[in-house]
């Protein structure tokens, strides 16, 4: 078959042609009406409008670490401005549709972003207190090291498995971290009105995001409907938890021990109740301490959490309420032998 035969070919050789002449005729007369030197030289000086810089285009403040802004305890305080640290600023667009979309009842877009993102901070510092990871589950035909009752361990180093001897698994993971997501969301029920449940609720999807990735990468639990089975039983658990830590609050500290014991410890028999007693007073001096740090403490995700084991010195004190009387008669009998 010819060229000729064909007159679509001769039709796309013409356009490409055509093209190539009106570029270069384009470039050509461009290159004729640049000025010449002497025509703009002792002209008038070009001014090159510059951008408006905004607050978030600027470089952040720096903030003070948590370490510096701690107390004895090694809880953090946030007292200073310096130690709030800036985020980005939203735009007048945006203050001004989330204002209308405020006085209609709902949450800006804009705050939702930040929610997220200062959520997601947030809560890789819940997880990261009690991480573990399992190597075998990264080597082609190694069989994951199991317990007695098929769980599946791990590897993992930091107070949580070393000092209390907790098995480095997917179950004490959550529940850790499920601790310390609580003390979040027992400061972030003080935000206003419409925000405290949009904070809370970014701070469960990370959670949960992060657990559905461990099942797939880790135990390699590639059906979907296993994994949404187990992470409907983990969002039970979570309800339950929070039920239980805030019962524990109101009502005392030997109603928080069992909390933590059924939880955290699995309900084990044979567990050292002082460091029961160290989680408990771990809990009591976070909710201190976060009850202290302001509003943008926690929305510039500036809160670190510290060890345990730092509440030890308290623990071993004895009670005063050893010595006490459990009635009248002994009570006078010890006032009589000057005990009392």
């Given at each position: 078959?010819s060229?000729?035969s064909?007159?679509?070919l001769?039709?796309?050789?013409?356009?490409?042609?055509?093209?190539?002449?009106?570029?270069?005729?384009?470039?050509?007369?461009?290159?004729?009406?640049?000025?010449?030197?002497?025509?703009?030289?002792?002209?008038?000086?070009?001014?090159?409008?510059t951008?408006?810089?905004?607050?978030?285009?600027?470089?952040?403040?720096?903030?003070?670490?948590p370490?510096?802004?701690?107390?004895?305890?090694?809880?953090?305080?946030?007292?200073?401005?310096?130690?709030?640290?800036?985020?980005?600023a939203?735009?007048?667009?945006?203050?001004?549709?989330?204002?209308?979309?405020?006085?209609?009842g709902?949450?800006?877009?804009?705050?939702?972003?930040?929610?997220?993102?200062?959520?997601?901070?947030?809560?890789?510092?819940?997880?990261?207190?009690?991480?573990?990871?399992?190597?075998?589950?990264?080597?082609?035909?190694?069989?994951?090291?199991?317990?007695?009752?098929?769980?599946?361990?791990g590897?993992?180093?930091?107070?949580?498995?070393?000092?209390?001897?907790?098995?480095?698994?997917?179950n004490?993971?959550?529940?850790?971290?499920?601790?310390?997501?609580?003390?979040?969301?027992?400061?972030?029920?003080?935000?206003?009105?419409?925000?405290?449940?949009?904070?809370?609720?970014?701070?469960?999807?990370?959670?949960?995001?992060?657990?559905?990735?461990?099942?797939?990468?880790f135990?390699?639990?590639?059906?979907?409907?296993?994994?949404?089975?187990?992470?409907?039983?983990?969002?039970?658990?979570?309800?339950?938890?929070?039920?239980?830590?805030?019962?524990?609050?109101?009502?005392?500290?030997?109603?928080?021990?069992?909390?933590?014991?059924?939880?955290?410890f699995?309900?084990?028999?044979?567990?050292?109740w002082?460091?029961?007693?160290?989680?408990?007073?771990?809990?009591?001096?976070?909710?201190?301490?976060?009850?202290?740090?302001?509003?943008?403490?926690?929305?510039?995700?500036?809160?670190?959490?510290?060890s345990?084991?730092s509440?030890?010195?308290?623990?071993l004190?004895?009670?005063?309420?050893?010595?006490?009387?459990?009635?009248?008669?002994?009570?006078?009998?010890?006032?009589?032998?000057?005990?009392?």
């Open positions: 078959m060229v000729t064909r007159p679509y001769r039709t796309i050789g013409s356009i490409a042609r055509s093209t190539q002449h009106q570029t270069e005729a384009a470039q050509s007369n461009y290159v004729q009406r640049l000025p010449r030197r002497s025509d703009w030289e002792h002209s008038r000086p070009l001014v090159f409008p951008r408006r810089r905004r607050l978030h285009d600027s470089a952040p403040r720096k903030a003070s670490t370490e510096e802004n701690a107390d004895k305890w090694g809880m953090p305080i946030y007292k200073t401005k310096e130690a709030i640290s800036a985020y980005n939203p735009s007048a667009k945006e203050r001004d549709r989330d204002s209308r979309q405020h006085r209609a709902t949450v800006g877009d804009s705050e939702h972003n930040k929610a997220i993102a200062a959520t997601e901070t947030l809560f890789k510092e819940c997880a990261r207190q009690a991480d573990y990871f399992i190597p075998q589950a990264f080597e082609k035909g190694v069989e994951i090291p199991k317990t007695a009752d098929a769980t599946d361990i590897q993992g180093t930091g107070w949580w498995y070393e000092n209390l001897g907790l098995e480095p698994n997917f004490t993971w959550a529940q850790v971290t499920f601790l310390h997501m609580y003390l979040l969301t027992v400061r972030m029920r003080y935000f206003s009105e419409g925000y405290a449940n949009v904070w809370m609720q970014h701070l469960h999807d990370h959670f949960f995001w992060e657990a559905e990735h461990r099942m797939t990468i135990h390699k639990i590639n059906s979907r409907t296993l994994r949404n089975t187990y992470l409907k039983d983990l969002y039970n658990q979570w309800r339950g938890v929070q039920g239980a830590y805030d019962e524990g609050l109101v009502k005392g500290d030997a109603v928080l021990a069992t909390a933590v014991w059924r939880n955290v699995t309900a084990k028999a044979d567990v050292d002082k460091y029961v007693a160290l989680v408990v007073g771990f809990m009591r001096r976070g909710v201190r301490a976060l009850d202290k740090a302001g509003d943008r403490a926690i929305v510039g995700s500036m809160v670190r959490f510290g345990p084991m509440e030890m010195p308290l623990v004190k004895p009670s005063r309420g050893l010595h006490e009387p459990f009635n009248e008669e002994d009570e006078i009998a010890a006032a009589k032998e000057g005990k009392w």
